[in-house]
């Protein structure tokens, strides 16, 4: 390599920046010791944005297209360095390319459950998530800010922090809103926008503008829910507190029978008893209120007994019976008889004949 060789690679003539990935914001130009060449090419594409730093200090911002790098279009820089007009050396100074590219869809999230009022439970412990998307809005803010003079400043990095700033702000935003958690489902539309402007009071100050935020869900942990959940069981049952208790008996029946062996038929058994009694209790027994409404009192008295009139009493006997409860005689009329011996005719209710004692039938 000969000697032009050696000094025309030390005069950068070109600067741009090809982004290779989704998730770089802030990338430095790599000059090391080389200096940039008066008249050099900066290219600058529609989504970013090209910061000049001299020592730490932030100087000339360029927007998309391509600019000549001169005195006239880099007047901080200039300023800082004191130089003239027609200045024409190369010179050295730091480059920073920004993506200002929308970060879409970021995923936010409680990583554990935040402690909060509420004027229907007193207090209760609720987990968030939801999205966001963000951009970045003031490049020399976020330079100061944030990224400072690294090589290289990620959106992952980024977003720790405005995970951890809307964590932060949740219980505050609750809070102020009023709004029960029970009706919090139908009002997650405010609290998103809520929690938006609450998030942009931070991200104003480095430079970064929230576009979007989405709250998906509120949820409460499991134990907590299945207390609300038995707790709304209730109210739908109107109150009635041995229903839902029923309702229990049969779950744990189910449960119980998930669970092979003796042990599981066991347990089945002894809740099968127990539900018998919630159920009993639960139910009771249906009267009828004007013969057609289920009650809670007495079962309906059965219906009476028909009745006839004995045939030599007169008293009320049971309709069908064949004796007389009171006087003994049979109800069913007899069936007259002849006798054999004297031929006199006379009841079939006797064993022998009233006129000569003859036996009847021989």
């Given at each position: 390599m000969g000697i032009l060789d050696f000094i025309k690679h030390q005069f950068i003539e070109v600067i741009e920046w090809t982004e290779s990935d989704e998730d770089t914001l802030a990338w430095h130009f790599p000059v090391a010791d080389n200096e940039i060449k008066n008249g050099?090419?900066?290219t600058v594409r529609p989504t970013q944005s090209a910061l000049f730093v001299d020592q730490g200090k932030v100087a000339d911002q360029f927007g998309?297209?391509?600019h000549e790098l001169t005195t006239e279009n880099l007047p901080l820089l200039t300023a800082l360095r004191n130089w003239s007009r027609g200045f024409n050396s190369p010179f050295k100074a730091d480059v920073f390319f920004f993506s200002l590219r929308q970060k879409l869809a970021r995923r936010w999230g409680t990583p554990a459950p935040i402690t909060i009022r509420d004027r229907e439970f007193g207090s209760v412990q609720i987990r968030?998530?939801?999205?966001?998307?963000?951009?970045?809005?003031?490049?020399?803010?976020?330079?100061?800010?944030?990224?400072?003079?690294?090589?290289?400043?990620?959106?992952?990095e980024l977003e720790k922090q405005l995970v951890s700033q809307v964590s932060g702000s949740i219980a505050a935003v609750f809070a102020a809103s009023g709004v029960p958690f029970l009706d919090m489902a139908a009002n997650?539309?405010?609290l998103a926008a809520a929690m938006q402007h609450k998030l942009a009071e931070y991200t104003a100050r480095i430079g970064v503008a929230?576009?979007?935020?989405?709250?998906?869900s509120v949820s409460l942990p499991p134990a907590l829910q299945q207390a609300l959940d038995e707790r709304q069981a209730v109210g739908i049952l109107g109150g009635q507190v041995q229903?839902?208790?029923?309702?229990?008996?049969?779950?744990?029946?189910?449960?119980?029978?998930?669970?092979?062996?003796?042990?599981?038929m066991g347990v089945g058994m002894a809740v099968g008893a127990g539900i018998a009694g919630a159920v009993g209790g639960a139910m009771g027994p249906q009267t009828?209120?004007?013969?057609?409404?289920p009650g809670r009192t007495a079962t309906p008295p059965p219906a009476a007994a028909a009745t006839s009139a004995c045939v030599a009493c007169g008293k009320a006997i049971d309709a069908g019976a064949a004796f007389c409860r009171y006087c003994g005689k049979p109800q069913a009329a007899?069936?007259?008889?002849?006798?054999?011996?004297?031929?006199?005719?006379?009841?079939?209710?006797?064993a022998f004949c009233e006129k000569c004692g003859n036996p009847l039938g021989a």
């Open positions: 050099a090419s900066l998309a297209g391509r968030m998530f939801g999205t966001f998307s963000y951009h970045l809005a003031d490049v020399a803010a976020f330079f100061r800010e944030v990224c400072g003079t690294r090589d290289i400043y990620t959106a992952t997650q539309q405010e929230v576009d979007n935020f989405v709250v998906e229903q839902l208790a029923a309702v229990n008996a049969a779950r744990a029946i189910a449960d119980a029978a998930k669970n092979p062996g003796p042990a599981g009828v209120v004007g013969w057609g409404a007899p069936q007259a008889v002849t006798c054999g011996k004297c031929g006199a005719v006379q009841a079939g209710d006797g």
